[in-house]
């Protein structure tokens, strides 16, 4: 090495970093020796600081500004060299610049199932996965907590330590909440504010902060997804045996306009038709067999009655109860009625079945 490359990286006048990465959190600033001039230059962009190692101490941390080296800004380093009455000789140091910036779109999930208690399914197993955001808040502990003397540390250093924190406050607000497996997609913004607090309890100690998580996906296990599937397809259905009657009626048509087809599609079409004519020729003959058989009618069901006087209801009370009530004045032609089935109130003389109970009262007897 020529003397003057020699003597140009001993002493350093001039100390910054750009960052071209997008997952580099710390860079150590290297230069031969660690040795800094005095009065050398000092620049900490937007989204920096830089943290000073003096012989495996944790000296300054410098946040984002132009600094110029010397005793009045460096008062850790000073009182560490024993600088009080000033110095102009270089000195050795470690320079590591912490990217204080946003990390964003870091990746979560559940390796394994969470299993969980749930009101619909009872106990069952959910997977969830989705990303965060990662941030330094205090450069001085993440240095002495995490990074060390790691000369290049990047996002990947860092974030399985993450997911593993993510995962255990997940499981455990899911247990917490109560929340429905069915109804957990329209919490999963409240239930990822919540997961975000836990964790910063924890990181915090590290020196970091979670400013966002999100949960995009909470699914169940294939076997109940399937089932659940099935379940939506009888709802969209219906009838099942209407459904039968109308798959069957559309097998018949395909079967019958099948190019190349006509003998099968004949036989298929008259075996379906067959069948069909059989089923409904067994309903028929059931039908004319209840018939034969003359069994009653089941008795008709008593309707019973509830009474509106003066805005207070009151019942239910029997077609008898009513016949008495009538009888003694307390139920009358205005008095408003309501029954099952009934198209809201109506008084009772409007009703074919009570206003009988009015018809056959005896008249007023006559004066004495």
Do not use: C
């Amino acid at each position: 090495m020529p003397i003057f490359d020699f003597l140009s990286g001993q002493f350093i006048d001039v100390i910054e970093w750009t960052d071209d990465t997008r997952d580099t959190m710390v860079y150590r600033f290297e230069r031969y020796g660690h040795e800094i001039k005095y009065g050398a230059k000092l620049t900490v962009r937007e989204g920096q600081h830089a943290v000073f190692i003096h012989e495996g101490q944790l000296a300054d941390v410098f946040t984002p500004g132009l600094y110029m080296l010397e005793t009045n800004n460096m008062p850790i380093m000073t009182s560490l060299q024993h600088w009080s009455h000033g110095f102009s000789s270089p000195f050795k140091s470690e320079v590591y610049f912490v990217n204080t910036n946003r990390f964003t779109d870091l990746k979560w999930g559940t390796k394994n199932p969470i299993m969980i208690r749930d009101s619909d399914f009872g106990p069952t197993r959910i997977r969830a996965f989705g990303t965060y955001t990662v941030k330094v808040a205090d450069a001085g502990r993440f240095m002495t907590e995490i990074v060390g003397t790691d000369g290049e540390f990047t996002t990947d250093e860092i974030t399985n330590q993450i997911r593993n924190i993510i995962v255990q406050q997940f499981s455990s607000v899911i247990a917490a909440s109560g929340i429905a497996v069915l109804d957990m997609a329209a919490n999963t913004g409240d239930l990822g504010k919540l997961v975000a607090d836990k964790i910063s309890e924890t990181i915090t100690t590290y020196g970091l902060t979670l400013p966002e998580l999100y949960i995009e996906n909470i699914s169940l296990p294939p076997a109940v997804e399937a089932a659940l599937d099935k379940r939506t397809s009888m709802g969209v259905v219906g009838d099942l045996s209407k459904y039968q009657q109308f798959a069957a009626a559309e097998a018949m048509q395909a079967a019958a306009t099948t190019p190349g087809g006509s003998g099968m599609g004949e036989g298929l079409g008259m075996g379906m038709g067959m069948a069909m004519a059989n089923q409904m020729g067994n309903m028929m003959g059931g039908q004319q067999g209840q018939r034969a058989a003359a069994t009653p009618p089941p008795p008709p069901v008593e309707h019973v009655w509830h009474i509106a006087v003066n805005g207070q209801t009151s019942g239910p009370f029997s077609k008898a109860d009513l016949g008495r009530m009538a009888g003694d004045g307390s139920l009358t032609r205005q008095t408003h009625v309501w029954t099952a089935g009934q198209d809201g109130w109506k008084t009772a003389g409007e009703v074919t079945e009570l206003a009988q109970l009015f018809t056959v009262m005896p008249p007023p007897p006559p004066p004495a």
